[in-house]
Every structure is written in C-alpha cells, then in structure tokens.
C-alpha cells in the first residue's frame, strides 16, 4: 500500500520507506529529518585516513557531519602539551611538526601531512594532551569532539585498534627522538 508524500501526491518530497501497521509488504512514505550539510571532502579524508579508512561511506560521513575545520598559519601552536584533550584533529591541508619537552629541551618527533592525525591518545586516555603540534606552513585540520571519536570507538572495535596503534607508533617515534636527542 502507497500512501501519499506530505504534498499530497506519492513519490514527491524528501521521503523514506517504511512498513505500515505490521504488514512488511505493505509500505509507505514518511519524511526524513534533515541532515547536516556534510563536507564532501571531510568524507574523502575519512577515507584516506588509516584510522578511519575501515569505516563505511555512511559512517564516514555522519562523522564528518562533526567535524570543524580550523586554519592555522605558520609557527602557530594548534595543541600544547600538557593541556586537555577533548578532540582529535585530522590535517586536510599543510604540515604540522610533533613536539615534547623532556628536561628542560623541546624535542621534535616528527612532522605530519594529509592524512595524518593527532590528538589520538589524550581523547582514548582522557589524559591531558602529551605533546605540541605547530603549524610548519598555512594548515587546515578538521576537529572532532571527543564524545563523535569516542561513540565510533564504542561502535567499531577496528577503529580502536587503529587509533591504539598509532599511539604506540608515536609513543615509540618520541622515545626513539629522546634517545638520540642524547647521545
């Protein structure tokens, strides 16, 4: 069974099937809610992200319909160290170097691009953030909330697992900075 669209005629509108009074065959039309605009490129990111790459299309993009995309020039501090951590950002656009200061000197453990991510560990841990990231050139990060990263962790044991991997992978790239650093 068919039952009109909100304007009166069948098929019009932003509609969605669904069964009508227990009768699986019997279906009809109702209005969908309306959706956030999603960045299609915030999507495209998802993809290209290690982390999220395992994701479906849907999922990637009801996580991208979260994010906040904030520019960031030359030499200006998008994270400190030792601050909280409510967010894991992605770089879209530019380069950002990874920094931590270990008895009294400011050590660099590397630099990320497209698709890299940070902020990982302080939004698993709920610890306060465990280095700096500067802005090495003109950059664009998109930011997600811990409470958005945290209900696809919850969701997607996949997506913990990638996100725990690369904390190790930076936890061992700053030992193996500090320990150079030395001798």
């Known amino acids: ?70 520019a960031h020039r030359p030499g200006e501090i998008i994270i400190r160290e030792g601050e909280d951590g409510d967010s894991l950002f992605l770089v879209v656009s530019g380069r950002v170097r990874i920094l931590i200061e270990r008895d009294g000197a400011v050590v660099e453990i590397g630099s990320l691009a497209r698709p890299a991510c940070f902020g990982e560990a302080s939004v698993l841990s709920g610890m306060a953030r465990a280095e700096t990231v500067e802005a090495l050139e003109p950059t664009r990060v998109v930011c997600y909330a811990r409470d958005h990263v945290m209900a696809i962790v919850r969701r997607y044991p996949e997506v913990k697992k990638r996100i725990e991997a690369s904390v190790l992978g930076r936890a061992k790239a700053a030992l193996h900075a500090i320990e150079r650093r030395r001798i």
């Open 1 to 70: 069974m068919l039952v009109a669209g909100p304007t009166g005629r069948a098929g019009m509108g932003l509609l969605a099937w669904r069964p009508v009074d227990g009768d699986r065959k019997a279906r009809r039309k109702t209005r969908r809610p309306p959706s956030r605009d999603v960045d299609p490129q915030q999507v495209v990111l998802l993809g290209e992200s290690l982390l999220f790459e395992s994701l479906s299309e849907d999922r990637r993009r009801l996580l991208a319909s979260k994010g906040v995309v904030h």
